[in-house]
């Protein structure tokens, strides 16, 4: 397996509050092999931060009957799957790591919690902090009017310890569970240099430290909530109503969560889609953007699919419901997005590791400061210590752990809003090193919708009426393309086929009326031996115009040619064109017949054709372009191409709305069916890419200059909470940015 492929998990070093917040993040079972216990789940008001999850799974480390953890970070909700006893263990760990488990109802994690959770109060989320800011003002206030009045003094310190309570109570609660446990983060350091400041005299600085702080960690909370709403929006589109209609045929509106599979459901003009269904009566078109992407709506007619969430917009329908709410293909992408907020980017691996380092030598730094200063320059012991303290306060990590996650979670939500799910932070940065994709031809460059238009009988011993009657009944057991194309194409009856077999890569066989026949490609025929130079001239003329042929077969003859068409997608030749000013090769892979390849080939600007592969060819071409070229996705439909899929770098699944596998196949899933998605993947990969260095070039230069200031130059607590906030904003909005932008451009 690639590298691109080990979703790995690292703990982050950020331990600062809610500004810091990463979106919800599921990990994997600390004992899988372990019988399947029933999770209970709790809500912990002050886990925000990826860290703090690391926390948690430090303290339970070595707890005997604990079976998994699950977190959810943007809801702030631990689900425990644990025996009584360890379960009460647990909860015990997490007390004295300085969290508060509260237990919540229901068995398991809810994976649409963080959207559903209540919005925190204004109190909760400014009133606090700007109550603290109002104190730390009149205490500095006072200090600077009246510094010498004692009862002033007092009364400011009083007043300053408020502030300081205020805003910074769940900090210093995590700051002093880490430093009782050895660990340094960020509460560890605020909690150090706050009360050190305030010790040694500046209660005012303190005071408004903390205040500015907490200010801070709420603006942040409020601009990553941007990058994680875009994601969370997804939940709006299905309304939570449908009307269904009753066994006495009256229509009733009741929640989705309760419509069955086979209802019915009347969708009025202009309303939401409630469920992933069948068109039964009625025909309308439909905005299907929000789910797949595409910017013009698509008609629908009795027959048709449409998806939960989609816009009906001229005439009413009626559709029989083909999912419950909980499998529509909304809540699949819902799924598939939060999944991949679990997986962390290589470059969110690197920041970690890095931060993981820094805290520490930063922390060392301060001391190196505090007891050296004074005998190399000639500092105070008071002024050194309080050099110290403005140092721990720069150093704060929050800017540069933050400054992936929001970057990452902002690509995932960009490319969610153009149609292309990208299953994970690694396949986001991943697919800007693509130096080849790999491209089926059927349903990927092709409409995947082929036509039969020639069916030509070679025995003549039986009539037309009579083969076509054998070869639509193979066909229509058959849900490959081309069988479908025969099956529709003809008008005979369809007969009982006996110990029908699909066979890879070669076609169908099965038993009518006692004889064996079969529906092959023109590879199996020849692995028969059933080819003539007559036949095979037939062939010929079918396959040079770019058509792909069938031939219905006894076990002694080929019975009949079935020539069936495809047509190409009309984006294709652009996406092809796109792909190669990005430096990328595409290289066409198909078990269709060469020639019928080299024609399609041609019309989308592929030079690089392969035709007649079976799935283990496509599996050792992947691996030849990897070697000769480089990192190499494969795009397919995700069931055929399976195997080819695993072996590349990326694998990409055209059209997954609606499909099952193909979502649960790829790394990538393009719901509309548009090649010109796997370029605007590879650019939005690049721009992620680039603004995750960016930032972590500003978090890191912002930091060097002020550390520097801090050593050699005078800076005081405040220069130092203003850099550390200015840092950890610039690197949020930046990553921001990626909401702005078209994928497309």
Request: charged share 20%.
């Amino acid at each position: 397996m690639s590298p691109a492929h080990q979703r790995q998990q690292t703990d982050s070093a950020c331990g600062c509050g809610s500004g810091c917040s990463t979106p919800p993040v599921v990990s994997q079972p600390v004992v899988s092999e372990a019988p399947v216990i029933e999770s209970r789940r709790f809500r912990i008001a002050n886990m925000d931060c990826a860290s703090e999850e690391s926390e948690i799974r430090r303290a339970l480390e070595g707890k005997a009957g604990i079976r998994s953890l699950q977190f959810n970070l943007g809801a702030r909700e631990l689900a425990i799957a644990a025996d009584d006893p360890a379960l009460q263990q647990a909860l015990d760990a997490i007390r004295k790591a300085g969290f508060k488990p509260e237990p919540l109802s229901g068995a398991g994690p809810s994976a649409t919690a963080a959207a559903a959770a209540p919005p925190p109060g204004f109190w909760t989320t400014w009133g606090k902090s700007l109550g603290a800011l109002g104190l730390a003002m009149v205490a500095e206030g006072l200090a600077f009017a009246l510094p010498d009045s004692g009862p002033v003094k007092v009364l400011g310190m009083a007043l300053a310890a408020a502030a300081i309570a205020l805003s910074g109570f769940s900090v210093y609660g995590k700051g002093l569970a880490a430093l009782r446990q050895g660990r340094l983060n960020i509460n560890a350091l605020m909690t150090v240099a706050v009360t050190g400041a305030f010790l040694i005299g500046q209660w005012p600085e303190a005071a408004m430290v903390m205040a500015l702080y907490a200010i801070a960690e709420a603006i942040e909370a409020r601009a990553v909530d941007r990058a994680r709403g875009a994601i969370k929006s997804l939940l709006a589109l299905a309304p939570e109503q449908a009307e269904v209609r009753q066994s006495d045929g009256n229509w009733e509106r009741i929640g989705v969560k309760t419509v069955a599979v086979d209802a019915v459901v009347r969708i009025r003009p202009g309303e939401r889609v409630p469920l992933d269904g069948i068109v039964t009566l009625g025909q309308s078109a439909i905005d299907q953007s929000p789910v797949t992407g595409e910017s013009l709506p698509v008609d629908k007619a009795p027959g048709d699919e449409v998806f939960a969430g989609t816009i009906n917009q001229s005439g009413a329908l009626e559709i029989r419901v083909t999912a419950p709410a909980s499998d529509s293909t909304l809540a699949r992408i819902i799924h598939a997005v939060e999944q991949a907020q679990s997986s962390r980017a290589p470059t969110q691996r690197f920041v970690d590791r890095f931060a993981a380092i820094y805290t520490p030598a930063v922390f060392i730094l301060a001391v190196a400061v505090a007891l050296l200063m004074p005998w190399l320059m000639g500092l105070t012991w008071m002024q050194a210590i309080y050099k110290a303290l403005v140092l721990l306060v720069i150093a704060c990590p929050c800017a540069l752990v933050i400054s992936t996650p929001v970057t990452v979670v902002s690509g995932l939500a960009a490319g969610a809003r153009r149609g292309i799910l990208i299953k994970g932070g690694v396949y986001l940065e991943e697919a800007r090193k693509i130096k080849a994709v790999a491209l089926d031809k059927t349903g990927t460059i092709t409409e995947g919708k082929p036509k039969l238009v020639a069916f030509e009988p070679v025995d003549a011993a039986l009539g037309q009426q009579a083969l076509e009657g054998l070869a639509k009944s193979l066909a229509a057991r058959s849900d490959h393309p081309v069988s479908k194309a025969i099956a529709d194409g003809v008008s005979s009856a369809a007969q009982e086929v006996d110990e029908f077999q699909a066979v890879a890569g070669r076609g169908v066989q099965g038993v009518i009326d006692g004889h064996t026949y079969v529906l092959a490609n023109h590879r199996w025929i020849e692995e028969r031996g059933q080819c003539s130079a007559e036949l095979e001239a037939r062939l010929a003329v079918h396959e040079q115009a770019g058509r792909t042929v069938t031939l219905l077969a006894s076990s002694e003859r080929v019975m009949a040619i079935c020539a069936v068409a495809d047509t190409i997608k009309p984006s294709s030749a652009q996406a092809v064109a796109d792909l190669k000013a990005l430096g990328v090769t595409p290289v066409m892979l198909t078990g269709d017949n060469l020639a019928t390849a080299q024609t399609v080939g041609t019309q989308a600007g592929i030079a690089e054709v392969r035709g007649n592969l079976l799935p283990e060819d496509k599996l050792r071409a992947i691996g030849e372009l990897q070697q000769r070229l480089g990192v190499t996705a494969m795009t397919g439909d995700g069931i055929n191409d399976a195997p080819a899929l695993a072996k590349a770098d990326i694998g990409f699944a055209m059209g997954g709305a609606g499909t099952h596998t193909a979502m649960e196949a790829a790394d990538v899933v393009v719901m509309n069916d548009d090649l010109r998605r796997l370029p605007e993947t590879i650019r939005l990969s690049r721009r992620t890419h680039a603004v995750l260095w960016q930032n972590i070039a500003l978090a890191l230069g912002i930091k060097l200059v002020f550390l520097l200031l801090a050593i050699f130059d005078d800076a005081s607590m405040w220069m130092a909470v203003f850099a550390d906030m200015g840092a950890s904003l610039l690197v949020v909005f930046n990553g921001l940015r990626l909401l702005r932008q078209r994928t497309g451009q």
